[in-house]
């Protein structure tokens, strides 16, 4: 299992498969590099490198859960592409992962390739968050991954409609694992939810346009879920308009987030990926 240390000892996971382009992976929030799973047969032409972010997947959990912050996974990000020996990277950014390609593009742009956004922008529509801080931290009530799957299925059905049961399962066999006892666990540390909730007392929430506007002329896409509540169609317009050189795409049918595996997705993906080498 490959793991390299942090600057403040923590083991952290990663991946790294393929030969070409370096492509690093920023998953979700709570995700993890499973996250990418779909999307994986579609780089077969770059070096793939996805990584557990601290507290997350099947890296180590930090002592101090404020360590979980945007900037410390940016840090660990680019201890990672040191351990690797990668000066730089294009980075495909879900969710967090986005948030934290764009705080890279601000403090280590030298190091990036480009930028892909999956269904996230410098402004976070309020209901989506919300919904994400319903489930955050908290133990699942379904019994195994049958159950999940299929509860996974009924809640998202609205925002991903035609999607299999299959699909689900897979899902939620990246997002908890039956406990020997009965019942799910977590894949990722519960105190992220803390973390969450403390670090967002702190003050008003920063203004994030001046990281997505330090990518300035790199390569950059962005992919937004056509029934997305989390990135809207007028943050798009604003994020196409600082950046008129920004590829914007809507995968149809997806809410947050996309699997990355839609044809549209894909071509998206890796018509970026042509531009970053």
Same mark, same amino acid.
């Given at each position: ?37 779909? &999307? ?151 105190? =992220? ?17 001046? =990281? ?33 050189? &920004? ?31």
């Amino acid at each position: 299992m490959p793991r390299f240390a942090a600057r403040d000892g923590l083991m952290l996971h990663y991946e790294d498969a393929g030969q070409g382009l370096p492509v690093l992976c920023l998953a979700g929030l709570t995700r993890n590099s499973g996250d990418f799973e779909f &999307l994986l047969p579609h780089l077969s032409k770059v070096r793939t490198i996805r990584m557990d972010y601290r507290g997350r997947g099947q890296s180590d959990y930090a002592e101090d859960f404020m360590r979980y912050s945007i900037p410390q996974e940016a840090e660990d990000a680019i201890a990672l592409l040191d351990h690797l020996g990668i000066e730089r990277a294009a980075i495909l950014g879900t969710s967090r992962g986005g948030l934290i390609a764009m705080t890279l593009a601000a403090s280590h742009r030298d190091r990036l390739a480009g930028v892909l956004l999956n269904d996230i922008g410098p402004e976070i529509d309020g209901l989506g968050m919300g919904r994400i801080m319903d489930y955050l931290g908290r133990e699942l009530q379904f019994g195994d991954l049958d159950s999940a799957a299929a509860g996974l299925k009924a809640v998202m059905e609205a925002g991903f409609p035609g999607v299999p049961l299959s699909r689900w399962h897979r899902q939620a066999e990246l997002m908890w694992y039956e406990k020997p006892q009965g019942g799910l666990g977590l894949r990722y540390d519960a105190r =992220l939810r803390d973390a969450v909730i403390a670090q967002s007392a702190t003050g008003p929430a920063p203004d994030l346009w001046p =990281l997505f506007e330090a990518i300035g002329d790199l390569p950059v896409t962005a992919l937004r879920g056509a029934n997305s509540d989390l990135l809207s169609p007028t943050t798009l317009t604003e994020m196409t308009r600082r950046l008129p050189h &920004l590829r914007a795409e809507t995968i149809p049918d997806r809410a947050h987030v996309p699997f990355l595996d839609e044809p549209a997705a894909v071509t998206a993906i890796q018509d970026f990926l042509e531009t970053c080498q």
